[in-house]
C-alpha cells in the first residue's frame, strides 16, 4: 500500500508542479497558523482569528483545525516532495471546499475591486495542479522517489547484508 503511494515517475515535470504548488499553498497555511504573509484582504493572521474567520461560516471546528494544519503541512510535504500523494489529495479536499465557498461570486479574480470575494478560476488551477500530483507523484528530486530507491535496493540486497550495509553507508543512511 505505501509503495503504490511512494511511486512516482522520476520526470522533473512533476518536479515543478508540485514544488511550484507547494510554494502556492505555503503562504496560506502559515498565514492561518502563525499570521506571516498577512496582508488586506488575505484573511485573518494566527490560529486563534483564523478558526474565528472559519467557524464564522458555519464550518465545525475540527474542520477549521484540518484546514490549518493541511495547509501548513501539506504545502511542506509537497515541496519536499514527502508523501506528495497524501499532501496533493488532502490539500485537494481543502481546496474543493474554498471552491464551493467561493462559487456565487462567479468564475473571475476581483481584478477591479468590485465583487464581494474572489471567483473560482484561481481554485480550479490550483486543483488541476493537486490533480497532476495525485495521479503522477512526486517526480524527481523528491523524498518519494528516494525512498522507493531505497526500499528496492534493501529488497535486493537482503541476501546479502553485509553488501546492504555496504551500499547505504555511501548514502549515510546507516
Known amino acids: 500500500m505505501i509503495k503504490t503511494l511512494l511511486q512516482t515517475d522520476p520526470d522533473y515535470v512533476y518536479t515543478f508542479l508540485r514544488i511550484i504548488t507547494g510554494i502556492i499553498v505555503f503562504p496560506y ?37 484540518l484546514i490549518i494544519i493541511g495547509q501548513s503541512f501539506g504545502s511542506i510535504a509537497l515541496m519536499s516532495g514527502f508523501l506528495g500523494r497524501i499532501a496533493a489529495g488532502g490539500l485537494s479536499i481543502i481546496f474543493t471546499g474554498t471552491l464551493i465557498v467561493h462559487l456565487p461570486d462567479g468564475w473571475t479574480l476581483n481584478w477591479v475591486g468590485t465583487k ?41 540486497h537482503i541476501r546479502n547484508p553485509q553488501r546492504l550495509t555496504n551500499l547505504l553507508s555511501r548514502f549515510a543512511v546507516l
Open 29 to 65: 497555511g502559515m498565514q492561518k497558523l502563525f499570521g506571516w504573509f498577512s496582508a488586506p484582504g488575505f484573511g485573518a493572521p494566527g490560529i486563534k482569528a483564523s478558526l474565528e474567520q472559519i467557524t464564522a461560516r458555519n464550518i465545525p471546528k475540527f474542520i477549521a483545525w
Open 116 to 156: 464581494k470575494e474572489e471567483g473560482i478560476e484561481y481554485f480550479v488551477l490550483l486543483l488541476a495542479l493537486l490533480l497532476v500530483i495525485v495521479i503522477k507523484g512526486s517526480g524527481a528530486l523528491s523524498m518519494d522517489l528516494w525512498l522507493i530507491k531505497m526500499t528496492c535496493l534493501r529488497a535486493n
